[in-house]
Each structure stands twice: as C-alpha cells, then as structure tokens.
C-alpha cells in the first residue's frame, strides 16, 4: 500500500514530524511518502527516497492548485490513501477525494478550533489521545464511530546520545548542579511557561544549586528572557538542538506547565531516557502520568502547588529515580513504535476495505 502524508512543516523539534519520521522506516508493510510545505535538510538526507516534493503554501486561495498538484503526485506514485496532519490538508484530501478514488485519513494532533463546518471531513479519524478525542465529539460534533484513538509513540533508535552527560555538563558550566529542565514551544497561552517561571522563585529559596534549562524556540521567547535570564542567574536558555537527547540527559526532572497539551512526545522521550517527569493534570499529561505512581501531576494554574512539587523530588532522589524508572517501564511497554505503529496498518488496510 502507498500511502502519501500531507504536512505543514516537516522540521526539526515538532511533534509531527518526529511522529511522521518514527512511522516510515518502522513499517514495513506500506510505503511512505510525505509532502511538505517546508522540509529540512536533515529529514531529507534521513528520508531521501520517501520525500517527494514541497507542495504549496497554506492559503485558501491556492486550494484547488494544491489538490490538482497533490493528484499528480498521487498518479505518479499510485498513491492508495492520504494521510493529513493539518486541518488544510484535511479539507484538501477530503475534496481531492471526491474527485479522486483515493482514501483519507486524518491524524489530530493537538486541540484546534473553529471552521467547524470545514474540518475533519476525511474517511477516517485518529486522536493521538482521549482528550482528542472528547474534544472532536464535544466540539466539532463528530461521530464517535469515526474516530479511532491511537497514542503517539517513540522509535527507541531515535533516541541516541552521542555525548555522555558529564560533557555537557561541562559545557553547559553546570557541574554538581541539580538541573531542572523544560524542552518544547516558548509558548504561555497552551505551553504555560508562565507558569513554570512562577515556581521558580520559591525553588530557589529551598535550594541554591538548582538550574533550570528552557530547551526551545517559539513566539514567548522575549517574554521567557526578561521574566529569567536578566533576573535569575540560575536559568539557561538554548535553542533548539538538532541532539536534544544529548541536553536532556543532564535532566534531574523535566517539567510539563502546560494549560492545553494533547499527548506530548517530549513526556514519552523522558521517560524512555527514566527522567522523572512532573506535569500539569490536564489533557495526555494525566492520561499518561498516574499521580504518586509513575510521576507527580500538579493542580493546572497553580504554580504553587508546582514549586511544592518539585522542592518534593529535589529533596527525595529515591523517589524520583523510582518514579522515572516506573514511566520508562510503561513506555517501553505501551509506547514503541513495535506497540502502535501495527495500529496503523490495521486502520490503513480497514479503509480501503471499505
């Protein structure tokens, strides 16, 4: 089966693109193609045969150029079903489709709103978490039957440190430092990372030799520098790294402030690599994160109950070494791309038995 995936942006640090480059080379049942607005360079040294082309832009204008490229693309490569990971793309392969014989699917990725009567009008659905998918049946009023709930996952050979921890340490000039981390989206409205410079002030009042480090880019990053950097002598700031696992391996714990977060891949990587996570209790954060058990969840909003939290872990090492070693166990169990990735094959296969 070919199957040709539709996205906005195929780049480095993105959830759907790690989701994306984790499905190709793991399935071996169907063949992957994917089409982008913007593709890297590194995921087209990594993915040569399975890139195609870059389609074009995201505006509704270019609506029926797109579809009439994308149907060459899916002649010329026997294209049996679409993949979309972006409401446009969603609309594109649904009217495509009705021109088309070719099969839709749509991965949901986060939580999206408005343009109700535009959205999510493929064959099939897939919710990357329950939060999805209530939201897609509260919200957008779809039929439950058409929607199948499949986890996002890692590819464990993605995961590679190429440096050992002290190293970076070294680097980083944070030897014999208890180093408390954030990596994603600079981001308040949905990341909250207001929240997370909230708690930092009464950490710091419990303990002097504790550093966090922000590990991303994105649309707060002057807002994260002045409420940080220019105050607290204690917090990093690092762009985006093409080896974020070298980074995170220095992690004491990792940090999830967010108010709105689906089913996040930085949560499944920590835990791979047994770094203690502690969350906000909202969306695939709690759906993954049993409270006390495999981690620490704290109230959302409540950057208090945060610093409370993590001045917990800090002063019982114990605890958090069998906390992140509990959430490796059910990652490795649950969410590999051997556990998930058969999913798809079975819901590809089920729609062109349809």
């Given at each position: 089966m070919n199957i040709l995936h539709l996205t906005k942006d195929f780049i480095?640090?993105?959830?759907?693109?790690?989701f994306i480059k984790s499905l190709i080379p793991n399935d071996r049942n169907n063949n992957h193609f994917v089409a982008s607005n913007l593709?890297?360079?590194?995921?087209?040294?990594?993915?040569?045969?399975?890139?195609?082309?870059?389609?074009?832009?995201?505006?509704?204008?270019?609506?029926?150029?797109?579809i009439l490229h994308v149907i060459k693309i899916c002649k010329a490569n026997k294209i049996d079903v679409i993949h979309s990971h972006h409401r446009y793309y969603d609309l594109l392969a649904y009217y495509l489709s009705k021109i088309y014989s070719i099969k839709t699917i749509?991965?949901?990725?986060?939580?999206?709103?408005?343009?109700?009567?535009?959205?999510?009008?493929?064959?099939?659905?897939?919710?990357?978490?329950?939060?999805?998918?209530k939201h897609l049946i509260k919200y957008y009023r779809i039929n439950e039957n058409r929607i199948t709930e499949i986890n996002n996952f890692i590819d464990p050979k993605l995961i590679k440190l190429t440096k050992?921890?002290?190293?970076i340490k070294s680097e980083l000039h944070l030897v014999d430092k208890y180093v408390i981390g954030y990596v994603g989206r600079f981001d308040i409205e949905e990341k909250g990372i207001d929240i997370l410079i909230d708690a930092i002030p009464k950490v710091f009042a419990e303990s002097k030799d504790v550093i966090f480090v922000f590990i991303g880019d994105g649309k707060d990053e002057e807002y994260l520098v002045s409420k940080t950097r220019k105050v607290y002598h204690n917090v990093r700031i690092?762009?985006?790294?093409?080896?974020?696992?070298?980074?995170?391996?220095?992690?004491?714990?990792?940090?999830l402030p967010s108010r709105i977060d689906s089913f996040p891949l930085v949560m499944l990587e920590a835990a791979y690599l047994k770094i203690p996570l502690i969350g906000s209790n909202v969306d695939g954060i709690s759906e993954f994160i049993e409270d006390g058990i495999n981690g620490l969840l704290f109230t959302p909003e409540d950057h208090e109950d945060l610093s409370n939290k993590i001045i917990l872990l800090i002063n019982n090492t114990d605890k958090a070494k069998e906390l992140g070693e509990r959430l490796y166990q059910k990652v490795i169990s649950e969410f590999t791309s051997d556990k998930i990735i058969p999913k798809y094959d079975k819901i590809y296969k089920s729609i062109l038995s349809e």
């Open positions: 480095q640090l993105n959830g759907i693109s790690t593709i890297v360079a590194e995921f087209r040294r990594a993915l040569n045969k399975n890139i195609i082309e870059q389609i074009l832009p995201i505006k509704t204008s270019q609506l029926l150029p797109n749509t991965t949901v990725h986060s939580k999206v709103y408005g343009k109700k009567k535009l959205s999510y009008k493929v064959h099939k659905i897939v919710a990357v978490g329950d939060s999805i998918k050992d921890k002290e190293s690092i762009n985006a790294k093409l080896d974020i696992f070298n980074y995170m391996q220095i992690f004491n714990l990792i940090i």
